[in-house]
């Protein structure tokens, strides 16, 4: 028989053992450029900076959108090159943080910022049959031809 206020219970385990750090799954070195998550970044890099330099080549008829356009691209292109640094200097064995989960935060967040600016180019870009004055009597157009191709080839 038991003592009073005894359980036949044992106790439970501690779950320290079973809950380890989190480990660096991603490899350090050039070896991140040949994982899905390096080749992501490189292209981030890649086409962040085609968008830049095709943004800034057209005379920006409508700040507000293609400013922020330009914000997420410039913005998007640094913090790549930032993240990708952290791997190829070795930094993330250094750092006691989920990278999985970090790399897929990452990602996901340049999706969302993207999108968002894909779609504010796009509408920029659909209103170039627009006339720039309005009271004017000539038909200077929002876009010329030029731009407007440049303004397609920004929102691919």
Request: aromatic share 16%.
């Amino acid at each position: 028989m038991l003592p009073r206020g005894a359980s036949s219970m044992p106790p439970p385990p501690n779950p320290a053992p079973y809950f380890p750090p989190p480990r660096v799954t991603l490899p350090s070195g050039l070896e991140i450029l040949r994982t899905f998550s390096g080749a992501v970044i490189f292209l981030e890099i890649l086409f962040g900076t085609i968008v830049w330099i095709l943004v800034a080549s057209t005379r920006v008829p409508l700040p507000l959108l293609q400013g922020w356009v330009m914000f997420v691209a410039v913005t998007a292109w640094f913090l790549s090159i930032v993240f990708l640094s952290v791997f190829l200097f070795g930094y993330a064995n250094r750092i006691a943080v989920n990278w999985n989960q970090a790399d897929f935060i990452f990602h996901g967040a340049t999706f969302v910022f993207y999108f968002g600016a894909f779609l504010l180019q796009a509408a920029t870009t659909s209103l170039h049959h627009l006339p720039r004055k309005f009271n004017s009597t000539t038909q200077e157009r929002i876009l010329s031809g030029r731009e407007y191709n440049i303004s397609i080839a920004a929102s691919v």
